[in-house]
């Protein structure tokens, strides 16, 4: 069967354009968007943070080379990479930290290595672990994947350890509980968060119970960013935690794993075996190292501009703007039945280089936050979008 990349899918199946699924770039995609003007003047209300164009790539590299040579990394070990990775032990309390080159691969290896020999791996029904990682667990390292919280963001504890105690009244032959996975924020819940007490108290039970945990925070810096929880505190509940370098750390691919010494200390050899462990890894953790630097800050002026911006619009008759509950970067926006969705957003992109998702048949979509916010003042957006819903 030919590989199906994600983007194709959702736009075959139509899934792009339903609100209560995933808010994508997919839009960006066939509408040329993402060929000119330059990255520095354009805002896109969709993803997650800046994918940058080949051109804006390399251009920000020679700037961080010019600014200090980047030291080349040999198959993951030395220069730039190994900056990085105790970067991300430290910022999140970590005893070690290992670059992978792909976030499906740092969810894989660590569910392997934390679970040993048991079989039995708890995880959020709608997270990528479940739903978009191809099987892996199964087919590539014999787990058996328990999924609870059908089509809901999270599971609580007492789901947990309901699923988990009554196992031996279900089941004759006993198999031990590997681990659980957790993803926060989740990505096909359009960014919500897992509530941090229910985390809490997750991570209580689990080590009670000598159950290991595992973050799949390829976005934890977003929740960080609208719970107010520092990534060292989230991280502090897990045994490992994985962290994306290319949804809004600018890198092409990439990966982090954090966790404990014995337990990063086993992955080099699995890289391998996996066939991922390639000779240069510069490029990618140079550029995520760069943006890494200050983000936080840029985070959190992003979400000020956020806040700014869309009480200001919410103030102008026909456009609503909200948060979702619990929700983290992304916000639903509603026209009313009188505005013309499609001219705005043609007007918004072509007079303002301000770029906004598809709305559905009632004029609904959905506005990622990002820090492309950051390249206009709120008063340019504001007016942009007054103007252009006239
Ligand atoms: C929540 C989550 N986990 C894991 C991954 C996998 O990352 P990668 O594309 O680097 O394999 C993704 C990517 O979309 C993701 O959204």
Redesign the pocket.
């Known amino acids: 069967m030919a590989p199906v990349s994600?983007r194709n899918f959702l736009k075959s199946t139509g899934m792009a354009t339903l609100p209560a699924l995933v808010a994508t770039p997919v839009f960006a995609a066939g509408t040329g968007y993402r060929q000119s003007p330059k990255a520095s003047a354009v805002i896109k209300f969709y993803g997650d943070g800046e994918m940058f164009e080949p051109a804006d790539y390399l251009n920000i590299l020679q700037q961080v080379q010019t600014a200090a040579p980047i030291a080349r990394d040999t198959y993951g070990s030395g220069g730039v990479v190994e900056a990085l990775e105790k970067k991300f032990a430290e910022l999140t309390g970590k005893e070690k930290a290992i670059y992978?080159?792909?976030?499906?691969?740092?969810?894989q290896l660590a569910i392997a290595v934390l679970s040993g020999e048991n079989t039995k791996v708890f995880v959020q029904d709608t997270?990528?672990?479940y739903r978009?990682?191809a099987d892996a667990s199964q087919s590539v390292f014999q787990k058996r994947l328990m999924p609870l919280a059908k089509d809901e963001p999270f599971f609580t504890a007492q789901q947990l350890q309901k699923a988990i105690e009554t196992i031996p009244s279900e089941e004759v032959f006993k198999t031990g509980v590997g681990a659980v996975s957790i993803?926060n924020?989740?990505?096909r819940a359009n960014g919500k968060m897992v509530p941090v007490d229910e985390l809490r108290t997750i991570s209580a039970y689990c080590r009670t119970n000598n159950i290991k945990l595992h973050l799949?925070g390829?976005?934890i810096f977003l929740a960080s960013g609208w719970s107010g929880i520092t990534v060292k505190e989230y991280a502090s509940l897990f045994d490992t935690v994985?962290i994306?370098?290319?949804?809004y750390f600018g890198a092409a691919?990439?990966?982090v794993l954090c966790g404990d010494k014995a337990v990063i200390d086993k992955m080099p050899h699995l890289i391998k075996v996996h066939g991922g462990s390639m000779y240069g890894n510069w490029a990618n953790t140079a550029m995520a190292l760069h943006r890494l630097e200050g983000f936080e800050n840029r985070l959190q002026n992003t979400i000020t501009r956020a806040n700014e911006v869309f009480a200001a619009l919410n103030k102008l008759p026909g456009i609503t703007i909200k948060p979702l509950p619990g929700g983290t970067n992304i916000y639903s926006l509603e026209l009313s039945a009188k505005t013309n969705g499609k001219k705005m957003r043609d007007t918004l992109n072509t007079a303002y280089n301000i770029r906004i998702g598809g709305l559905n048949e009632y004029n609904q979509g959905f506005l990622s936050v990002n820090e492309t916010l950051l390249n206009q003042d709120s008063a340019y957006i504001i007016n942009a979008f007054k103007k252009s819903m006239e």
């Open positions: 994600r992978m080159p792909s976030g499906t691969m740092a969810n997270s990528h672990f978009d990682e993803e924020p989740v990505r799949d390829a976005r994985y994306s370098l290319y949804k691919g990439g990966a």
